[in-house]
């Protein structure tokens, strides 16, 4: 069994892998200038996780039986009959099925995570100044009791402490998967720009591909500013100029974000993306997923101007504070 075993995952490796081995001698598309077409609507969905859980500690890949068996399950929470016994815990979960589009398959390569690098699949220490910045973090949202609520003025005391994408403003990057809803990404190309389209929050980015500079750092933006360029048939994205309004996972301005974005065949885009940020991480890391061809259309994303959900987390904080006196 174990040597049938090795063997499935040698073939698989090497099916999986082979496009990015040859991306010299595989035949790519390619738009009416020469560049390789990566245009289309695409689906980011995975139910495999950022970091390796605890379960599969030491292992890079999962077995045909465990993907069979995490889609199953995947398939079978996602129902209405999935939802919590306690009340509190299902009016938490906020909507009903209906209002889901949750992914139900793992990464294409069958990983037990995204993260790539380091090879044990977790994001790497904190450094020692970001560890502060967390712990000021967790200090200003610390629980006032274990059934819930914040400290006064910890968390609900304004719409300043939602985040930006509770505020309807940007989800940010990177968008390295969904397991939710809004998954899709149209990607459109011309000679001298690429166009990323993100159905979450509506947002687009345009990259150029004509080695202009990065702006001046005094320039920070909410998704940062990206320059593209191709090597072979692959296109790579660099992006500085963060906004220190914004992170990922406690990153900092200072974030330097490589992207990685290739056609495997008709159906799958090939992304990846490297973070380095020395002031948050020890050491770069790299996370990749497979984007699916979409199997819908992107429609226009809208946040409520009359966000009665604000309305309803401040109000409900003002309580827990009254309540706590």
Known sequence: MRIRTATFFAIFMLVTTAPFASGQTRKVPRTPWGHPDLEGVWDNHSITPLERPARYAGKEFLTPQEVAELEKKAVEDNTDEARFDNPDRDVEAAYNDFWWDRATNVVKTHRTSLI???????????????????????????????????????????????????????????????????????????????????????????????????????????????????????????????TDKTNFRGSTAGLHMIEHISRVDADTLNYEVTFDDPTTWTRPWTAANMWRTSRGQIYEYACHEGNYGMFGILSGGRKEDKDAR
């Open 116 to 242: 790539t690098d380091p090879p044990d699949g977790k994001i790497p220490p904190l450094v020692s100044e970001a560890r502060d910045r967390q712990g000021e973090v967790e200090l200003r949202r610390r629980p006032l009791r274990a059934t819930g609520g914040f400290e006064a003025g910890r968390g609900a005391d304004s719409w300043f402490d939602r985040s930006l994408w509770e505020r309807c403003i940007t989800q940010g990057l990177p968008r390295v998967s969904s397991a939710a809803y809004n998954s899709n990404i149209r990607i459109v190309q011309s000679a001298d720009r690429v166009v990323i389209l993100y159905e979450m929050v509506h947002e687009a980015r345009i990259i150029p591909l004509d080695n202009s500079p990065h702006l001046t750092p005094r320039v920070r933006q909410w998704m940062g500013d990206s320059r593209g360029h191709w090597e072979g048939d692959t296109l790579i994205i660099d992006t500085t100029n963060f």
